[in-house]
C-alpha cells in the first residue's frame, strides 16, 4: 500500500473515528467490545483500502465489516451449556415478573395528581437530580422534594390497598382497573379517588 493510501486511511480514521465507534457500540451492548470491534474492522478494512474506489462509500464498507466481524465472534464463542440427561430444578427467568410489575406501577401512577406524577417520573425513572426536576418543571427543590415525599407515599398506600384487596377476595389477583377512579373537587377539578 502506498504512503499517501496510509495517510488517507489515518486521516479517514481520525474524522469518522467518533461515529464509527457509536456504530459498534450498537452493535455490542459493551464498551471495550466495541472498541475491540472498531479496531479489528480498521485493520481488515485499511488491508482493502486501495481497493475501495469510491471513498465516500468507506463509513458503509467499514460498518459491514464491523456487522461480519461480530457475527465471526458470535459464531466462535464457547457455549457454556453441558447436555444432562436431568433437567435442572430452577426457574428460568423470563421477564414476565419484571413486565408485570411495570405495568402494576404505570396503572398506579395513575392515581397521582398530574404534578406529582411529573416529579415521580422525573426523579425515578428519568433519573433526574432534585435541582433538575426542578428546573424541567419550573418548581423550587424544596416543592420537588415535599411533592415526591406525598406521591411516595400515596403510592405506597395504593399498592398497599390493592394487596389488601387481593387478599380479601380469596387471595386470587386482583383486577386493576384501567383508570382509575375520578371524582370532582369543588373547584370542578378532576382529582383521583382514594
Given at each position: ?9 489515518e486521516?479517514?480514521?481520525r ?6 465507534l457509536?456504530s ?14 472498531l479496531?479489528t474492522?480498521?485493520?481488515r ?17 467499514l ?22 440427561e436431568?433437567l435442572?430444578?430452577?426457574s428460568v427467568?423470563?421477564?414476565s415478573?419484571?413486565?408485570a410489575?411495570?405495568?402494576l406501577?404505570?396503572d398506579?401512577?395513575?392515581v ?10 422525573l426523579r425515578?425513572w428519568?433519573q ?11 418548581m ?8 415526591l415525599?406525598?406521591a411516595?407515599?400515596?403510592l405506597r ?6 394487596a389488601?384487596?387481593?387478599?380479601e ?5 386482583a ?9 370532582h373537587?369543588?373547584?370542578?377539578r378532576e382529582?383521583?379517588?382514594?
Amino acid at each position: 500500500m502506498a504512503q499517501g493510501e496510509v495517510l488517507e486511511f489515518e486521516e479517514y480514521v481520525r474524522t469518522r473515528q467518533d461515529a464509527l465507534l457509536r456504530s459498534a457500540r450498537r452493535l455490542v451492548p459493551d464498551p471495550v467490545d466495541a472498541q475491540d470491534l472498531l479496531q479489528t474492522a480498521l485493520v481488515r478494512t485499511l488491508g482493502r483500502w486501495d481497493g475501495i474506489a469510491d471513498k465516500s462509500l468507506a463509513d458503509a464498507y467499514l460498518r459491514r465489516v464491523m456487522i461480519n466481524t461480530r457475527t465471526e465472534w458470535w459464531r466462535a464463542r464457547k457455549l457454556d451449556e453441558v447436555p444432562t440427561e436431568q433437567l435442572p430444578d430452577a426457574s428460568v427467568d423470563d421477564g414476565s415478573e419484571q413486565r408485570a410489575d411495570r405495568a402494576l406501577l404505570i396503572d398506579v401512577l395513575g392515581v397521582l395528581a398530574p404534578k406529582q406524577r411529573s416529579v415521580v417520573v422525573l426523579r425515578h425513572w428519568e433519573q433526574m437530580s432534585t435541582e433538575e426536576t426542578a428546573a424541567a418543571l419550573g418548581m423550587s427543590a424544596g416543592t420537588v422534594k415535599s411533592t415526591l415525599h406525598r406521591a411516595l407515599a400515596r403510592l405506597r398506600q395504593e399498592l398497599e390497598d390493592r394487596a389488601a384487596r387481593s387478599r380479601e377476595a380469596g387471595g386470587t389477583t386482583a383486577r386493576i382497573p384501567a383508570q382509575p377512579d375520578r371524582r370532582h373537587d369543588e373547584r370542578g377539578r378532576e382529582r383521583c379517588a382514594a
